[in-house]
Structures are given as structure tokens and as C-alpha cells.
């Protein structure tokens, strides 16, 4: 446990008093955190944090209850925000900003996703809370970075998309640029943020001191980009939409079946033999058409042309068990009814139960990482806005009239 300049006991485990919600795991057990995000990327980022055992105090603003029907108690919402604490609270106002403020006196992490202007401008920034609480670690997600000559854009996912290249190369050709179907740029931005968090907690336990963590959703998307973006920098080659075939692997794509498609991937000779063998098709390998790699690229459509002459006498189950049986990664396409009764996918138990507050009992999405000795659970549903204000409040010290005068003023 390291001391920092202020005299403030940072680090897991600094001692605090205990949560009234339920434990979703011990990994981060006594780490506290405070929520500033909206939308997507931060939520994203905190639902990490919270899901393995952090202390997560969701700030936000005092909302009447009337307004509060609608979006919280719809999907998204719900699958974001389980595991945490609710304060609302008005950083615009005097008794607002200065119970925020000795709330981040006791916290190991702020994470927020303002543009980056507006943090400053209520003071709370990064170097505003550092200066009272050397081993903060501060965590800021943006549309395109803290700084630079886009940092004051509006940032958006599909934005993002589009300006770090995804949308170019996804789709079929000739038919436009095309959007990913899940807001890909929002959640990578989320998950490296939470990943930053954790690199800059593990080096506060050898020096004491936090750090500004920052990401964006351009830095994100463009690092998305991954073998493609390589092949562009290494070789200079500008990857072009090859609609659901792969670019270098040969033949990996959707196929059509006697009642469907499926997908098949045919990476490196070995697997390209086992393929072979599996469709009854050994004369492939010593075709000049398909025998190598750049053959098959170059007669991309006459052997797809082919492969589908087969397929399409029987249907995706069979096939699956055959190359797989072979030895050849192949599998179903499914819908999302279909992904959530697949047996693998309900072994897993990536759909968790919980007792939502707004819709009773229902089920969320659970993280995708298993851990021996500390898991993961949806312990609390999503919490009511400002559920918890008082009980925080007094956690720092405040009096019940105290508590009562921010009520009645509209501070919390």
C-alpha cells in the first residue's frame, strides 16, 4: 500500500467503509471509482470495473422523477449500469462541485467522456483533482483525443467507423461504404480505457502516484484496424470491401447449403488439404486453378462457384459435423434468438439472471472472461437515480440535516 504526497491512502484495498449493494466479485475489491461517463464508451469501461468488484458510484445530474421512466429502464441502460451506486449531484453548483470534490479525494479512479473541454470548465479536471489526490488515476474517453486539430468535434461511433477506415472495408464491393452492426468504436474505446485504468493501478503500486489514462474512439478504431492497417503500413497495400470473403485466406467466407449458409475458414495448406479431402475433392490440390494460395486468390470465384456445388446438396448441420469432424473451422450463422440458445453459448452462461428494478426479473449480458478464483456476477440491477446519495454523502461525513439542505436545495 503506497502513501501518497497528500497523505491519502491509495491503492486496492484503501480502507473505506463497505458498499450497501452486493460484491460482484473480490478481483477489485476496495477500489472506488467514480462514474462521470454517458452514452456508450464510458459505460463501457466503468461495466469492467464494476463487474469484477469496484466500489462504482455513478454520478449524475438531479433529474425529476417524473423524467426518469423511459431510457433507464430500457436495455441498454440495464446492461451498462448494473453494479453500481447512483448520486446525483450538481456540479454546476457551489455545495454540488465541493461534495464532488471531497468524493474524488477518496477515490482510486475518475473516469468521464465529455468533450474534452467541459471537464475543465466545471472543475474537475484531471490536474484540479490530481492536486488533493496524487494517486488518482483519471480515465478520459473522447470522440478523437484530448487534443489536436479534431479534439473539439462532436465524437459518434459510426463517425469513428468512417474516419478510421472500417466502413471502407466492410461491405461488399461496389455497394458503398458499410457501418459495422454493433457500435464497434464506442465499445473498443471503452474496453482500452478500463485496460489503461488497470496498467496505471499496477504502476501506482510501485510509485505512489496516479495518471491522466486517455483514448478516443479514432484511436480506438484505427488500432481496430489491426492486419489490415499492417498491411498498409508494412507493404502498402490499401485493403478494398470484400463482402464476407477474406481478404488473404482462401476459401474463408459464407457458403450456401442446402437450407442456408454457413461460414468456413480455409487458413494454410494443411487445413486447405483436410478441406479438400472433406468435400470429396482431392483432385483441388493438384488443380493449377487452387493448388497454391495466390492460385486460389486469383480463381477466388471458380472455386467459391465449386464449393457451393457440393454444399448445396445438404444442409448446415451436416456440413458443421463434417468439417469439424475434419478438422476444418466451420460454423452456423446465427441470429441473435439463435446465438443466446445455442448450447455452447448457455454452458458459457453469458446470459445472466437479475431482478431489474424497473422490469423485474429478467436477463443481462455477463462478462466474457472467467476467472479460478475470483468471478464475475451480476450481483445489483441497475440502480434508481440517486439511490444512494445519502448513504455516500454520509460515507464522507456529511450530517443527516446537512444531507436534507442539498436535498431541498437541489443539489442532490
Given at each position: 500500500?503506497?502513501?501518497?504526497?497528500?497523505?491519502?491512502?491509495?491503492?486496492?484495498?484503501?480502507?473505506?467503509?463497505?458498499?450497501?449493494?452486493?460484491?460482484?466479485?473480490?478481483?477489485?475489491?476496495?477500489?472506488?471509482?467514480?462514474?462521470?461517463?454517458?452514452?456508450?464508451?464510458?459505460?463501457?469501461?466503468?461495466?469492467?470495473?464494476?463487474?469484477?468488484?469496484?466500489?462504482?458510484?455513478?454520478?449524475?445530474?438531479?433529474?425529476?422523477?417524473?423524467?426518469?421512466?423511459?431510457?433507464?429502464?430500457?436495455?441498454?441502460?440495464?446492461?451498462?449500469?448494473?453494479?453500481?451506486?447512483?448520486?446525483?449531484?450538481?456540479?454546476?453548483?457551489?455545495?454540488?462541485?465541493?461534495?464532488?470534490?471531497?468524493?474524488?479525494?477518496?477515490?482510486?479512479?475518475?473516469?468521464?467522456?465529455?468533450?474534452?473541454?467541459?471537464?475543465?470548465?466545471?472543475?474537475?479536471?484531471?490536474?484540479?483533482?490530481?492536486?488533493?489526490?496524487?494517486?488518482?488515476?483519471?480515465?478520459?474517453?473522447?470522440?478523437?483525443?484530448?487534443?489536436?486539430?479534431?479534439?473539439?468535434?462532436?465524437?459518434?461511433?459510426?463517425?469513428?467507423?468512417?474516419?478510421?477506415?472500417?466502413?471502407?472495408?466492410?461491405?461488399?464491393?461496389?455497394?458503398?461504404?458499410?457501418?459495422?452492426?454493433?457500435?464497434?468504436?464506442?465499445?473498443?474505446?471503452?474496453?482500452?480505457?478500463?485496460?489503461?485504468?488497470?496498467?496505471?493501478?499496477?504502476?501506482?503500486?510501485?510509485?505512489?502516484?496516479?495518471?491522466?489514462?486517455?483514448?478516443?474512439?479514432?484511436?480506438?478504431?484505427?488500432?481496430?484496424?489491426?492486419?489490415?492497417?499492417?498491411?498498409?503500413?508494412?507493404?502498402?497495400?490499401?485493403?478494398?470491401?470484400?463482402?464476407?470473403?477474406?481478404?488473404?485466406?482462401?476459401?474463408?467466407?459464407?457458403?450456401?447449403?442446402?437450407?442456408?449458409?454457413?461460414?468456413?475458414?480455409?487458413?494454410?495448406?494443411?487445413?486447405?488439404?483436410?478441406?479438400?479431402?472433406?468435400?470429396?475433392?482431392?483432385?483441388?490440390?493438384?488443380?493449377?486453378?487452387f493448388a497454391t494460395a495466390p492460385?486460389?486468390?486469383?480463381?477466388?470465384?471458380?472455386?467459391?462457384?465449386?464449393?457451393e456445388a457440393i454444399t448445396t446438396?445438404?444442409?448446415?448441420?451436416?456440413?458443421?459435423?463434417?468439417?469439424?469432424?475434419?478438422?476444418?473451422?466451420?460454423?452456423?450463422?446465427?441470429?441473435?434468438?439463435?446465438?443466446?440458445?445455442?448450447?455452447?453459448?448457455?454452458?458459457?452462461?453469458?446470459?445472466?439472471?437479475?431482478?431489474?428494478?424497473?422490469?423485474?426479473?429478467?436477463?443481462?449480458?455477463?462478462?466474457?472472461?472467467?476467472?479460478?478464483?475470483?468471478?464475475?456476477?451480476?450481483?445489483?440491477?441497475?440502480?434508481?437515480?440517486?439511490?444512494?446519495?445519502?448513504?455516500?454523502?454520509?460515507?464522507?461525513?456529511?450530517?443527516?440535516?446537512?444531507?436534507?439542505?442539498?436535498?431541498?436545495?437541489?443539489?442532490?
Amino acid at each position: 500500500m503506497a502513501e501518497d504526497t497528500t497523505g491519502r491512502r491509495s491503492g486496492i484495498g484503501a480502507s473505506r467503509a463497505e458498499p450497501s449493494i452486493p460484491a460482484a466479485s473480490t478481483a477489485l475489491a476496495g477500489l472506488r471509482v467514480l462514474d462521470l461517463t454517458r452514452v456508450r464508451s464510458g459505460p463501457t469501461c466503468v461495466r469492467q470495473l464494476a463487474d469484477w468488484g469496484a466500489d462504482v458510484i455513478k454520478i449524475e445530474a438531479p433529474v425529476d422523477a417524473a423524467e426518469l421512466g423511459g431510457p433507464r429502464s430500457g436495455p441498454d441502460f440495464q446492461n451498462l449500469h448494473r453494479n453500481k451506486r447512483s448520486m446525483t449531484l450538481d456540479l454546476k453548483s457551489e455545495a454540488g462541485l465541493a461534495a464532488f470534490r471531497k468524493l474524488a479525494d477518496t477515490a482510486d479512479v475518475v473516469v468521464e467522456n465529455f468533450r474534452p473541454d467541459v471537464k475543465d470548465r466545471l472543475g474537475i479536471g484531471y490536474e484540479t483533482l490530481a492536486s488533493t489526490n496524487a494517486g488518482l488515476i483519471y480515465a478520459s474517453i473522447s470522440g478523437f483525443g484530448q487534443d489536436g486539430p479534431y479534439a473539439k468535434r462532436p465524437g459518434f461511433d459510426q463517425i469513428a467507423q468512417g474516419m478510421g477506415g472500417l466502413m471502407s472495408i466492410t461491405g461488399k464491393p461496389g455497394d458503398g461504404p458499410m457501418r459495422v452492426g454493433i457500435p464497434i468504436a464506442d465499445l473498443c474505446a471503452g474496453l482500452l480505457a478500463a485496460q489503461g485504468i488497470l496498467v496505471a493501478l499496477h504502476e501506482r503500486q510501485r510509485s505512489g502516484r496516479g495518471q491522466w489514462v486517455q483514448t478516443s474512439l479514432l484511436q480506438a478504431q484505427v488500432f481496430m484496424l489491426d492486419f489490415q492497417a499492417a498491411r498498409y503500413l508494412v507493404d502498402g497495400v490499401v485493403p478494398k470491401q470484400a463482402g464476407n470473403n477474406h481478404p488473404t485466406s482462401i476459401p474463408t467466407g459464407v457458403f450456401r447449403t442446402a437450407d442456408g449458409h454457413m461460414n468456413i475458414a480455409v487458413a494454410g495448406a494443411s487445413i486447405w488439404a483436410r478441406f479438400a479431402e472433406a468435400m470429396g475433392r482431392p483432385d483441388w490440390l493438384g488443380d493449377p486453378r487452387f493448388a497454391t494460395a495466390p492460385a486460389r486468390s486469383d480463381n477466388r470465384d471458380a472455386l467459391t462457384a465449386e464449393i457451393e456445388a457440393i454444399t448445396t446438396r445438404s444442409p448446415t448441420a451436416e456440413w458443421i459435423t463434417i468439417f469439424n469432424e475434419a478438422g476444418v473451422p466451420a460454423g452456423e450463422i446465427n441470429d441473435v434468438s439463435q446465438v443466446f440458445a445455442d448450447p455452447q453459448v448457455q454452458h458459457l452462461e453469458l446470459a445472466q439472471p437479475v431482478h431489474s428494478q424497473e422490469r423485474g426479473d429478467t436477463r443481462l449480458v455477463g462478462q466474457p472472461i472467467r476467472m479460478s478464483r475470483t468471478p464475475s456476477r451480476i450481483a445489483a440491477p441497475p440502480p434508481l437515480a440517486g439511490q444512494h446519495a445519502r448513504e455516500i454523502l454520509a460515507e464522507l461525513g456529511y450530517r443527516e440535516d446537512e444531507i436534507d439542505a442539498l436535498k431541498r436545495d437541489g443539489v442532490i
